[in-house]
């Protein structure tokens, strides 16, 4: 990642390629972009470095005409336009690669792309441009392959094959290498370079400080809804614009060792499940075992079986009782509740319809998953007690939120998160599963929960986290495997890997078999 | 034997086409995500407009079609007013449409009860009529039958091979990211509705002025339902819906003719027989749940904003 960036090609007195003034957008209770001034030249790669809920979506989503600003003026090329919708912006020569995606799963790769252009209907003539450009930019696509059958970094290529075959002047890309093994990110910042050697301008949206530092000619920073900062990321530290993105010092997380006896508590043997579900992947022969005082990460990119790893161990798909095993008890033909009463409890990625039901308030989604702790009696609601449980939950946690009784969904991602893992926690768990705990939340919180989670490790608690974020399983972990394809890698200490290896691994090559064979290693695991 | 089975091959075709026009209208509106069940009530509504055309005017069943057409589009209005630009429920708005209907046609198809139309004779295809046993069989019938075919191929056509149709299952599939890429979803819903409104018409139409040509409260007797049924386990494929159609068809002649050969089972059994042949052959059929996930349009019956 220390590759510095290119020569900017592109004539620098040249007129801007978009130049946006003053752009402002409200929303009922959030002024999303407050007098945004951007401006971009040719061949010019620009970041826009914010948090999540800084207002940088909004702002992209001006620029491709799928929001209307409320204030403002975009030039583009030297020129004062009004971007009414998408296909506006398509015809200007603005192209987007949206975070979550905007393929349709049952059409194949060439269909989707045709959905998006402009021009007569041709299914064989295209298919034929598809594989032309996807060669010559280093993106490899089969076009008639179905889209539910990609994995998400191929994905990620038909969309920037459909904006490329567009021949866009500006590319817009909104946190493109949140689902790309570090390899892959590689790969797409040579596209990318390539590009703006070309004359392609690229606005690139991320968080990630040392890959804008290593892409980006230029930054805008934001926060709140306004721009911060501009500069130039090769002559910052990543501290330097930390301190603009969030307003002070990036949290570090303190990581005790832990002094007790690291007896196995959760353990995985020959677990295999194909699930239902046609988008689904198949589990292939899982093992794994997490010990006291130690917290076990999963990375891998999701769709390679994380959904259906998590469904098997938090007991919402059953299966033979010995492929899971808690504290010396075979518990893999328990459902979730006869789980959670053993001492296993879970932390599902959607915090909204899995962790938390959305209009319910906090008290009542207390009871639902603490209910075996005092909250019910003889079957009868104790609602005083759920009360306090969730009010204890609240100042334990410090979520900010008008107390419990406030709803689900009226709370901030973080808080939110804050909250299902006290309420999880509160359960005084012997083993805790944990499906990406920060995403989606901001910085400050996002350092509270990995810290909460390695002092409840350090407590004696066994604790299994799945997480998209190398960085975070690097920071929190003690040992990482690698889930892909459905099948799980040997867990390493977090000493003896590195973001490369577990990247190689991620893609589906485990290094014991020197990335030919496509076997995973287990026996030892 | 032969002899006995032209007729019963030969009315098949004919009881098929109601279902042939309705299903195919829904599987259109189905695949840009819309569910309408208000099927049976646009049928109903449909053929009391087609009924009462064909009786005030000199065209027959070539004014009742049209009208037909028209009628069930504007009840399909409705829906789609309610349920598309308002975001209402669409179950809930489909199955209000189906009991307006029933009322509807109850109360201006009270003045035409055991009213009778001269109805529509059949098309002799020249040359292809004269085919021994296959050509009384296909090309022996009314010109509507022939409509439904020609329809069918066309929506086969359509859904297949051209952009359009690509759109439709795009919008079906993703309404968010074909809006993001700049279609239309709601005018496309519409215009699907809509389409699904003048089949349904066109289906309840020709049962009330073609295939009994005359007028019987709530004459459409489930059909509907049997459209929207068809419609789910044919996986959204055109050609197995018209296969399914078929089926219905078939059965339902089948069932006539052992009713006049005074065949011991009650009649209620016999007549419920056709819709039970295909409700039990359909699932059957669509027991594989991969085929049904895969074509299922993912946006199905939710409702979708800018």
Known sequence: ?525 | MIEHLIPVLAGTLAAATPLIFAGLGELVAERTGVINLGVEGMMLIGAVAGFAAAAHSDGGALAGLPAGAVAGMLAALIFAILSLSMAANQAACGLALTIFGIGLSAFIGQHYVSYSLPGLPPLDIPGLSEIPVIGRILFHQDAVTYLGLVTFVGVWWVLRKTRLGLVLKAVGEAPDAAHAIGYPVIAIRYGATLFGGAMAGIAGAYLSTVYTPLWVQNMVAGRGWIAIALVVFAAWNPTRLLLGAWLFGGVTILQFHAQGLGIALPVQFLAALPYLATVVVLVLISRDKRLLQLNLPASLGKPWMP
């Open chain 1, 1 to 525: 990642m220390s590759t510095p960036p290119p020569p900017f090609s592109g004539p620098p007195d040249n007129l801007p390629r978009l130049e946006l003034t003053g752009i402002t957008k409200r929303y009922p209770s959030v002024v999303a972009n407050d007098g945004i001034h951007l401006k971009v030249g040719p061949g010019e790669i620009h970041a826009v470095l914010g948090e999540n809920g800084a207002g940088k979506s909004t702002l992209m989503k001006i620029i491709y005409g799928a929001v209307q600003a409320d204030a403002g003026q975009i030039q583009w090329n030297g020129r004062e336009v009004v971007i009414a919708n998408p296909s506006e912006a398509r015809r200007l020569g603005i192209g987007m690669v949206f975070q979550h995606f905007s393929l349709f799963e049952t059409l194949s790769v060439v269909e989707n792309i045709a959905l998006a252009l402009d021009e007569p209907f041709d299914l064989k003539g295209l298919a034929a441009r598809v594989k032309e450009v996807s060669t010559r930019y280093g993106l490899p696509l089969d076009p008639d392959r179905l889209v539910y059958s990609l994995s998400v970094g191929e994905r990620q290529r038909v969309e920037i094959v459909r904006c490329l075959l567009q021949e866009p002047q500006l590319l817009i890309l909104d946190e493109p290498t949140s689902v790309l093994t570090p390899q892959a990110v590689q790969k797409l910042f040579e596209t990318l370079r390539r590009l703006a050697s070309e004359g392609v301008s690229i606005l690139y949206i991320s968080h990630k400080l040392h890959e804008i530092q290593s892409l980006c000619h230029s930054a805008t920073v934001m926060r709140g809804g306004k721009v911060t900062g501009t500069a130039t990321p090769s002559r910052e530290t990543p501290a330097s614009l930390a301190r603009m993105m969030i307003g002070r010092e990036l949290p570090v997380c303190e990581v005790p060792a832990f002094t007790g006896e690291a007896a196995p508590v959760l353990t995985v043997r020959g677990l295999s499940h194909t699930p239902d579900d046609p988008f689904g992947t198949a589990l292939k022969d899982i093992a794994l075992e997490v010990r006291r005082g130690e917290i076990l990460g999963i990375a891998g990119i999701s769709g390679n079986g994380q959904a259906e790893l998590l469904a098997a161990l938090s007991g919402e798909t059953t299966g033979p009782a010995n492929t899971v095993v808690l504290a010396g008890t075979p518990v893999g033909h328990l459902d979730a509740g006869r789980r959670r009463k053993r001492g296993l409890t879970f932390v599902p990625e959607e915090r909204l319809g899995r962790g938390a039901v959305p209009p319910m308030s906090l008290a009542d989604n207390a009871t639902l998953s603490a209910h075996g702790h005092g909250l019910v009696k003889k079957g009868f609601l104790r609602p005083k007690a759920a009360w306090e449980f969730a009010k204890t939950c609240i100042e334990r946690f410090d979520v900010r939120c008008g107390g419990p009784g406030a709803a689900a969904r009226s709370l901030s991602g973080g808080n939110l998160q804050k909250f299902i893992v006290g309420r999880e926690i509160m359960q005084q768990p012997i083993a805790m599963v944990v499906a990406q705990p920060t995403w989606g939340v901001d910085v400050g919180a996002a350092a509270f929960l990995r810290q909460t989670l390695i002092d409840l490790s350090r407590s004696g608690v066994a604790i299994l986290v799945i997480s998209e974020e190398l960085e975070e399983l690097f920071e929190i972990c003690d040992r990482i495997a690698v889930l892909a394809e459905g099948r799980l890698s040997e867990a390493v200490p977090k000493q003896q890997t590195n973001a490369e290896k577990i990247g190689m691994q991620m893609s589906g090559l485990f290094s014991d078999t020197h990335g030919t064979d496509r076997e995973p290693a287990h026996a030892a695991a």
